[in-house]
Each structure stands twice: as C-alpha cells, then as structure tokens.
C-alpha cells in the first residue's frame, strides 16, 4: 500500500512524542497528457480496486494507486457502488416523503411534524397524534421538509405542527411567525422531489420567480417572503405567485416549458460519474512507481508533492 512508503515524523499530542507516518504529504500528478498516460476506465457492477488492478496490472497490489491518481480518499463514499449498493444508499439517504409549507419555522433534523385536526387562533386546538414523521432534513430555499418513519399520511391541504423534545424529554411545540400551525401545499416522494427548476434548454431556474399564467417573468422575489393568507396584497404579489409556490398549490404541475431536475435524477447522475476513472498505462507503471518512491521518500514534510509524467 502506498503509506508503507510513506517517510515517519515526530507528532506532539499532550506533550509527548510520537512517531507516526507523514500522512500530511500528497501526491497529485503535474500537466498531464492524459492521452499519452492513462486509459479511460468504466468501472463494471461489483468491481473493487483490487479487482481493477487485476485486470490492468495483473496483480491486486497497486489498488492504492488507482485510489491515488482519481483522488479517491474515501472508499466508502467516493467509490462507484455496485448496483445493490446503490439501491440501498439511495433508500437511506432518499427515502420518506417531501412536504412543501408556506412557512419557514426554523426546523432542525430530529424534529417531529404533527398533523393537526383542529385550529383555533393559528393554534393547534386538536391533534391526530397517529400521523406524524420525523424530520430528516429541512430546505428552507424549496419550503421542503424531508419526512422519515413515523405512521399515517399526511396529504394536501393537512394542517400540521412541528414539536422538539426538550432537555427533559418533553416534546414542545415549535412557534413561528406568532403561531404553532401552517398548511402543507403538496406532498410527493422525496426521491421524485424537486432538486432544482430548469427549462427545455437546461437553464437552472430561480424558483422564486414570478409566475404569470404560463410565463416565467424575469424578476425574482425575496425567498424570505412568508405567507400570510390569500387575501394579503403582498403575498400575492409576491411569493404566491412564485413558481414554487406555484408547483405546490397546482399539486406539481409546471407551466409550460419548466421542469423539474429531482433528488433522484442529481443522485443517479452522480452515481455515474463515479463509474468513468483513470488508469495509468501499463507500459509506464515502473516509471511511475520510481518517480512516486523518489516523491515521497524527499525531505519535504506536509507537503503537496507534484509528480510530473
């Protein structure tokens, strides 16, 4: 592995010395012809680094160097997942439903929302404490909360509110804009929740914007903008009439020429771009290898080193 050659030098922590590998020092490759240099290589389903090294070199012992030279510091996350990685991975970390507000209470992941049965004075009056979630996350730009767990099912048009457990194991109500309660717009898979807004020609989109009819208007309103109710000037005026404002009340509808780019579209497309990496050609291994031990074997401590091909 690459560290077995890596030089030692003396730490302190709490006033003792201890030798330990240089792990502060980096290789990184200097004006390279990628043409002259490496191959292209599309990573198959299951394939490991060592799998890889294999195939081009004929032995497993130089996987840190195709760790190396695609700049891969952490297997787990950085590396193209097998298939049955990525489905499991995607459930995780895209699973649970999407619920878009009018409002931005200032939410944080373990809270809990609470669907509400009954509202008095902007207050919850009564409550159905079999339907709720847990919060996993909040985006505050989108107006989208991320809900995991929990039972029932929330839809359009629920009135809900947001609780936090206390030091003392005490879940209290969440209060915003002087009052506990506010309105989901549309609930969707978080999967197929919005990402970002884009048009036919693959321009991202505010999604503040004003929205007439099916135009997209140039001017953009303030995302701080809270909804007050249908009959206030300023909110129809202004962030009503935005275009996520917009997606929400019409149940996810767009007007024409607008699309939706969603968590799982970006989560895939990242997923691919994991699969392309680089080799280095076999012919030139040996040369690089030297070039590699000379590098990190110098007396330059903690730092980046450019090795030049």
């Not at 509202?119 to 159905?128: F, G, H, L, Q, Y």
Request: proline fraction near 3%.
């Amino acid at each position: 592995m690459l560290f077995n050659d890596y030089p030692n030098i003396t730490y302190t922590l709490n006033n003792k010395n201890i030798e330990l590998v240089d792990i502060f020092r980096n290789v990184v490759f200097k004006d390279v012809d990628l043409s002259n240099s490496f191959d292209e290589y599309y990573i198959q389903d299951g394939e490991t680094p060592e799998i890889i090294s294999i195939k081009v070199y004929g032995n497993s012992q130089y996987s840190w160097l195709i760790l190396l030279i695609n700049s891969i510091a952490d297997i787990e996350n950085e590396w193209f997942p097998s298939a049955k990685d990525y489905a499991k991975k995607e459930e995780v970390n895209f699973g649970g439903q999407a619920f878009y507000i009018e409002d931005l209470p200032d939410l944080q992941t373990g809270d809990v929302i609470v669907k509400v049965t009954s509202v008095t004075n902007n207050e919850a009056s009564d409550i159905d404490e079999n339907t709720y979630r847990h919060i996993e996350s909040f985006d505050p730009y989108f107006r989208k909360i991320r809900g995991i767990c929990g039972s029932g099912t929330f839809v359009s048009g629920n009135n809900v509110l947001f609780a936090r457990k206390n030091d003392s194991g005490v879940m209290d109500i969440i209060t915003f804009n002087n009052k506990q309660v506010t309105t989901i717009k549309y609930v969707e898979e978080y999967k197929t929740s919005v990402d970002y807004f884009i048009t036919g020609n693959n321009v991202v989109l505010d999604p503040y914007r004003r929205v007439n009819g099916n135009t997209i208007e140039t001017t953009s309103v303030d995302p701080g903008t809270t909804y007050s109710n249908s009959s206030d000037a300023l909110t129809l005026n202004n962030f009503a009439k935005t275009l996520i404002y917009r997606y929400g009340a019409s149940g996810g509808l767009l007007p024409t020429g607008v699309l939706k780019t969603t968590e799982q579209n970006t989560n895939f497309q990242n997923y691919l771009n994991k699969q392309k990496i680089k080799v280095l050609k076999p012919e030139i291994l040996s040369v690089v290898l030297n070039a590699l031990e000379n590098a990190i074997k110098s007396d330059l401590i903690g730092r980046v080193i450019k090795v030049e091909i």
